[in-house]
Structure formats: structure tokens, C-alpha cells
């Protein structure tokens, strides 16, 4: 008997982990819809500039993840980002948020730890899953360059309303999923001429528009060049979805001009907006990972256990887990 056939669909932390946990007992291919892997954790390269345009840099506290990351650290592909965190409140006062707690980014860019980890498994690109059809034992994926299978089973990591598109699940598994609530979040992600500069590192923002401020060159081994990552507050972003894109991005300035006036935002050379549907989880599912074992359906990601990249990658490796005890027990 060869080894089970598994598609995992989304190429983030909590896909690629779950893959790479699997990979020694099962043939695993993941199916990531961009062109490249990390998902949230993502960075824009320009050639004046870098930006984290997603995830600003996350925590280490799970021994597993530690592990999991050890060989990431030891190399240098991630590394502390000591600056120190500030907190600018709506009249623009900023004062330091004295959290020392380690911060932690990729390098060069926030990709670079999930590269890392994907590193020998079989990645399809560019390659969006556009449905899922057959049976237990017989998935089948449907892509533009046609179906891809039988899979044993299928595995979804993508956004909770994403995954509950694609994954037939039973009905109170459906229940389960639509009660996760996923945010919005526009970015803005400005250079800033090379003598301009933020007074500090980054800041957590309260405000109406606006939720934080980083200098992106203030992080290891970036390109010098100021290019700062702006992202709007979460409900703001939700009442702005479908807003045409010029007014959101007026706002956000707006809003910068008012709180930082010592930074000459009509000088920027450059300023791009990204909107991410599914950018962050307000009511998370709860329990670690989905799975309906008859039907050899499974699904992980930030939405099963909080809103925060740990938690994506604890949500992967959970349902790993869990799938290596029914692997054992199917060749038994
Ligand atoms: C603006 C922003 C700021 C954030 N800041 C922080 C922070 O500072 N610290 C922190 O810890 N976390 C932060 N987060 C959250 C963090 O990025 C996520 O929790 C984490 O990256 C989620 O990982 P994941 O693997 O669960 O999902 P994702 O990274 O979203 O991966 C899912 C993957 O599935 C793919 N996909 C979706 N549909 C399909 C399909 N049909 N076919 C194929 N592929 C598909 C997507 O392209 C994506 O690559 C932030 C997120 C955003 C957006």
C-alpha cells in the first residue's frame, strides 16, 4: 500500500506546518492560489523599498513553535525586531507602550520563515482551488489547468468563509464555521524620501481610521530606504470594503497628516493600498481545527484559535496530530 494522498489547500504558516508534520508518513501537495507562499505573512519588495503589508512581526511562547522555528532562528531567517513599541492616541499624543515582550520577524521579510519550513515539500503556486469534488478516499480538486487528484483526504487552511466554500462539510460542522467572524484591514504602505522620517520605530494607534504605524526599515536587515506600513482599524476597514480604493486611501492619509503633521506625507514618493478581505479574526471557531473523519475532510488556520500567527501555526500542527493517530489507525 502506498502512502495516503493528502491536498492541503493554502500555503501560510498553518498549511505549510501541517504539511511539513505530515510529510514523512503521507504524499502531501499544497495548493496556494499566489504566487508565492506565506499567506498574511507577507512582504512587498519594490525596488526603493520593503514592506511587511501583513503580519508586523509575531510571538514565540509555544515550546513547539520554538522548535518548530529553531533551525529559522539559528540561521538568521528570523530574528528580533527590538524597537521599541509606542502608543499614539486620537489627539496624536504618542507615549511608550513599555512592552518589552521579544518580537519576532522573517528575514529578509515576513515570508521567509514559512519559505523556510516549505523547504522540500511539493508547492503548486499560483494554482487557486477552485472547488473540491468526489468522495472520502477520492478528492478530486478542480483548478484552471484542470482537476488534480484522487486525494485521500483535503485539507483547507484558508480563510474560515473561504474554507466553508470549498470544504463540503456536514451541516453542524457548516454551523460551526459560519459562526467565526473574520475582519477586514486596508494597508497603506508609503515611501517616504530618504532625509523624511517616523520619530519612532512603530506605533499601536486609537483612532477612528487608523490602528498602527511601523517604520518597516526600523526591522533587521531591511532596505534602509524609509517606507512606512500603515493599517487602518479593523471596523473601519469593514464599513470601507467596497469604498473605491482612491477615498480609502485619502482617508488613511488624512487621518496620518492629522496624527504625525511632523512628517511631510506630500512628499512621499510612492504610496500603495492592499485591502485584505480576511485580515484578521474577531470571533475565532474556539477549538483547534475542523475534521469530519468519515468524510476525510479537514480544515486549520488563525480563525480556529485567535487572531494571531502562533495561533495559525498551533491550529496546523494540532490537526497534524490528529491526522497522524487516523493515518496510523487506517494502515493498522
Ligand atoms: C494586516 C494584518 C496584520 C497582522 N498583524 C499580525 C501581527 O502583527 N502579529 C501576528 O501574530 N499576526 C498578525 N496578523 C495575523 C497573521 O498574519 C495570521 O494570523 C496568520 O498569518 C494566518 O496564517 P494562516 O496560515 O492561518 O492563513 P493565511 O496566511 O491567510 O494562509 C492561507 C492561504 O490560503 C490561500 N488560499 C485561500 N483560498 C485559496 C484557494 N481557493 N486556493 C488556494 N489557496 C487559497 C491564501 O492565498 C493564503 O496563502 C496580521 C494579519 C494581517 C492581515
Redesign the pocket.
Known sequence: MGQPKIAV???????VSLARSLADRADVTI????RGL????ATRRRPDGHFD???????IRDPRFHAALEEALERGVIETWDADLMQTEADGTVQSLDDRSPRFVGVPGMTAPVRAQADGLAVLCS???QSVEGEAGAWYLMTETGPFGPFDWIVS???AP?TAK?LPFAPSVRQALARVDMNS?F?LMIRLPDEAALPFAASRIRHPVLSWIAANNSKPDRNPAPALVV?ADNGWSDRHLDAPPEAVRDLMLEACQSLYPMIGWQDALSIDLHR?RY??VARPLGQPFLLDSERQIAAC???CLG??????FL??IALADTLHTHLAEARA
Open positions: 489547500i493554502g500555503a501560510g504558516i498553518a498549511g495548493f496556494e492560489k499566489s506565506g499567506g498574511r505573512m503589508h501583513g503580519a508586523q512581526y509575531f510571538t494554482m487557486p482551488v487552511s484558508a480563510p473561504q470549498l484591514c494597508t493599517h485584505w485580515a484578521n488556520g488563525d480563525w487572531n494571531r500567527v502562533e495561533a495559525a491550529s496546523g
